[in-house]
């Protein structure tokens, strides 16, 4: 009870064979879906971008995985990923996605990009889900999913800024890990207070 578990970005082109592949980011599904008995709270994120998002290397004539300066900060530059509409932006096949209450789709503002389930990278836009949390009374959040140190991370931190407690199942997600970025996130994660912990 007050507890939601919130499943992030469990999109095939995060996982093997797909656009933008976390490692073994399929692994942890059939585990995402014993967490899902768990909860009676479930929220699906989906990453959902148009063609000409501002975060496509291509929309710049760049090489992905390098930054650009946008007007709200440094941001990275992804390979084309997670399309409207495309076979890549649908969920994995295996994630049970009957027991969802919300799916939350982010990142369809070409102009920013979106990490965190909550705002935007501009760290001002909302999503609307902390008052979606708020008005189901939900005080505890279960973050899980893709990828641990890009959007299960920006997630997390901005739960915990809301005044949510956040655990992250750390055995339910896999990471990106550019320059270090899973070490990183793991420190900032446990400097805000949020808990690591596993769910197997
Ligand atoms: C993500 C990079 C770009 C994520 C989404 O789901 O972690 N990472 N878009
Ligand atoms: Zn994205």
């Not at 300066?69 to 440094?74: A, D, F, V």
């Not at 027991?99 to 836009?125: C, H, M, Q, V, W």
């Not at 299960?152 to 320059?179: C, H």
């Amino acid at each position: 009870m007050n507890s939601a578990l919130i499943i992030i970005d469990m999109q095939n082109d995060f996982c093997t064979g797909g656009a933008l592949a976390v490692k073994d980011g399929e692994k942890i599904i059939q585990c995402i879906n014993d967490a899902q008995k768990e909860f009676k709270t479930i929220i699906l994120t989906q990453d959902w971008h148009p063609q000409e998002h501002s975060s496509f290397a291509s929309n710049h004539g760049a090489e992905p995985y390098t930054n650009i300066e946008m007007e709200y900060g440094s941001q990275i530059l992804w390979p084309d990923h997670c399309v409207q509409g495309s076979t890549g932006a649908n969920f994995h096949r295996d994630l049970n996605t009957n027991k969802s209450d919300l799916i939350l789709r982010k990142g369809s503002n070409p102009k920013i990009d979106s990490y965190s389930a909550f705002f935007e990278n501009d760290k001002n836009t909302t999503t609307g889900l902390e008052g979606y949390l708020i008005k189901k009374d939900i005080k505890r959040l279960y973050l899980c999913g893709l990828a641990f140190d890009y959007c299960v991370f920006y997630s997390a931190l901005d739960g915990a800024n809301l005044g949510f407690e956040v655990f992250v199942f750390k055995d339910l997600t896999k990471a990106i890990d550019l320059n270090d970025s899973k070490k990183t996130a793991k420190k900032s994660m446990i400097e805000k207070g949020i808990k690591l912990i596993n769910f197997s």
